[in-house]
């Protein structure tokens, strides 16, 4: 990706060159991986390796959901293994919301996970537990159009 697209996270508007709203055909002659999860996700996802990026798309390729999760950087700071505290000094939004998920894994253990949203930044934040460190960076359209696919 030439240097001038890496922005990094714009809030309420994507990371670096992908942009919610914008199609996945811009960016599909990059490597990528397409997955299917039915019945858990109502849509395509697009894996970007490279980038650490995942897109997920409604059925005319339209993207209302990206994923950082391998990196994410906000005005120059890393926020991927950030602590909850450290995220909070930023100010990029009040959370509104915070949220417990149980996650099981794939050897019958599993571990809770907190998320918090940040409806005026349009981010969802997942924390490995209640302080940290950040694990995933969701950027969405809505609320409602977040992975689980667009409500009809």
């Not at 960016?27 to 397409?34: E, G, K, M, N, V």
């Given at each position: 990706m030439a240097e001038d697209k890496k922005k990094g996270l714009v809030p309420n508007v994507g990371y670096d060159d992908f942009v919610l709203g914008g199609n996945v055909s811009a960016?599909?002659?990059?490597?990528?991986?397409?997955?299917?999860f039915e019945p858990t996700f109502l849509s395509d996802t697009y894996h970007f390796e490279e980038e650490g990026i995942d897109l997920w798309c409604d059925q005319n390729g339209i993207i209302y959901t990206i994923r950082c999760c391998t990196s994410c950087i906000y005005h120059g700071v890393e926020l991927i293994g950030m602590n909850y505290d450290d995220f909070m000094k930023l100010q990029i939004d009040v959370p509104d919301n915070l949220m417990p998920l149980y996650m099981m894994e794939a050897n019958g253990q599993g571990h809770t996970e907190e998320i918090v949203c940040c409806y005026n930044a349009g981010l969802k934040i997942w924390f490995d537990d209640e302080t940290g460190p950040i694990v995933n960076i969701f950027i969405v359209n809505s609320f409602e159009d977040d992975i689980y696919g667009p409500e009809e």
């Open positions: 960016y599909l002659d990059r490597p990528h991986t397409l997955r299917h």
